[in-house]
């Protein structure tokens, strides 16, 4: 198995050019190792000067959304990672020439190629929006195999004579990583902390112990902090609403490339269900709950609630697992919060007019290091200036000041108690921003994280005792439907 990185941008203004023939491309870090199968983003999931070191041994092929500007083919040289500003910046040089594709003109010069793109698609695994996704991806294929019959590049033998490693395996390499010229030149700090297998819990009792237990470990460090609680089947879930999840065959985000279509569609289908829903939050709440993907991700005040979700699905092969989500308390929005309503009408933009906020951002912060704000001098940007439109149209008194931090990040939101479904659940949420990474799964400084794990075997019982406790399907998911299977089941087992 060959591999090779790929690195899309919108447009070649993206990209510069640095001292000695050098270029860089800036991501937020959301978009690494986007379209990728889901072994190698495991293996990139904590970003370290070993797995850098690793992607120097396959080539870069470098092009545009869509195939516009120009093709190329580079070799990495440094990875500089940003964690304040959730950047991650590729060092290359360029190795080919740039070639434009044009499936159209005629040939008039050698840079120019007539190409088929469905064939240039297949040639660097493609799948889903991915043509018209800024990312950096790796592949799983041999680039040179694959563009070889295309005859886009001229020297293409040359070219592959740089990468004698293209075939080492990346996801469990050799200690001696094979032909790297020098030692990757990074700012990267590396955190090294302990990894504490979470315990397990066989019945409710213990279940209660435990949060108790943890509870009081987290009072004792009076930082003011209040306690949330996500269950979910999979312990392997990471904390991540629908959204932003990538598809597990590489198909990249595909609900957020259709996040407008989502909003829009629903709220055109089924008017009368959002009638009396004010704001974006609100009605981005009552999508969640319809099952919609969101950008928000469910969390309980009620941990019996979590450990229900937790042991809900007997279908999952696997383990379960309730998160503890430890937040400080002035850190905590409310639903008519103006962070809150940036977040929420981020739904509204087209997947384009997100990619170009995002670039944009990322353009200012590198001319300006001190640029924290987006205001009045920011207006000429169309897409910035399209994006206050949405939040004007919940808020007409807003003033066109955002700050860029609170515009990426992550919150934990108490909704309105309105709906039927989060009175019965205790529920709030966490609220994800522009390119927004999954909470880590050690936690951070905003979100101290612990975690309760529930064995497979044990999920029936619990749910048995969990019912006693009147934790159930018709009180979770309160609906006459629900209640009428609930009956049944009751009925099924002999419980009536």
């Known amino acids: 198995m060959a591999y090779f990185n790929l690195l899309q941008c919108y447009s070649e203004y993206e990209i510069d050019t640095l001292d000695n023939e050098l270029i860089s491309i800036t991501y937020s870090t959301s978009r690494f190792v986007e379209h990728t199968d889901e072994a190698i983003r495991q293996k990139f999931k904590d970003l370290t000067n070993e797995s850098f070191l690793i992607l120097r041994n396959f080539p870069c092929i470098i092009c545009f959304e869509n195939f516009k500007d120009f093709i190329a083919i580079a070799e990495l040289q440094d990875v500089k990672l940003n964690e304040k500003n959730k950047t991650i910046t590729a060092i290359l040089k360029l190795i080919s020439e740039k070639v434009e594709i044009n499936p159209y003109i005629e040939e008039t010069n050698k840079f120019l190629k007539i190409c088929n793109l469905d064939e240039l698609e297949k040639a660097l695994n493609f799948d889903g929006w991915e043509k018209t996704r800024t990312h950096w991806a790796i592949k799983n294929s041999n680039l040179f195999e694959k563009l070889a019959p295309l005859d886009i590049f001229s020297n293409l033998e040359e070219i592959k004579e740089n990468f004698p490693n293209q075939t080492i395996d990346l996801l469990n390499p050799t200690k001696n990583i094979g032909k790297l010229k020098a030692i990757l030149n990074t700012n990267i700090s590396i955190k090294i902390t302990g990894t504490n297998t979470p315990k397990y819990i066989k019945d409710v ?247 309760i794990r529930v064995k497979k075997v044990d999920k029936k019982p619990i749910l048995d005792e969990l019912d006693l406790l009147n934790i159930n399907q018709r009180t979770v998911y309160p609906s006459i439907e629900n209640s009428a299977k609930y009956i049944k089941n009751r009925l099924e087992n002999f419980k009536i």
């Open 205 to 451: 009792p213990d279940f209660i112990t435990r949060v108790i237990k943890i509870n009081q470990i987290i009072d004792e460090k009076k930082e003011n902090r209040e306690v949330f609680y996500r269950g979910h089947g999979k312990f392997s879930y990471q904390l991540l609403p629908s959204l932003l999840r990538e598809d597990p065959n590489g198909k990249g985000k595909a609900y957020l490339e259709g996040e407008h279509l989502l909003f829009r569609e629903l709220l055109t289908m089924e008017p009368n269900s959002f009638s009396n829903d004010i704001s974006g939050f609100d009605i981005l709440t009552r999508m969640q709950h319809y099952g919609m993907p969101t950008r928000m991700l469910d969390i309980s005040s009620n941990p019996l609630t979590a450990l229900y979700f937790a042991c809900e699905n007997l279908k999952h092969d696997e383990d379960g697992e309730v998160v503890l989500i430890s937040v400080k308390k002035n850190d905590i929005c409310f639903f008519d919060s103006d962070k809150i309503s940036c977040l929420t009408n981020l739904a509204k933009l087209t997947s384009n007019q997100k990619d170009q906020l995002s670039q944009y951002i990322i353009n200012c912060q590198k001319n300006d290091l001190s640029k924290v704000i987006l205001n009045e001098s920011d207006l000429n940007e169309k897409v910035y200036e399209q994006y206050l439109h949405c939040i004007l149209n919940e808020k007409p008194y807003f003033k066109p000041k955002i700050e860029i931090k609170d515009l990426k990040n992550t919150f934990c939101v108490k909704g309105r108690l309105n709906q039927e479904r989060i009175i019965a659940q205790s529920g709030s949420f966490l609220i994800f921003g522009l390119d927004a990474d999954a909470i880590p799964e050690n936690g951070n400084d905003d979100f101290n994280v612990y975690r």
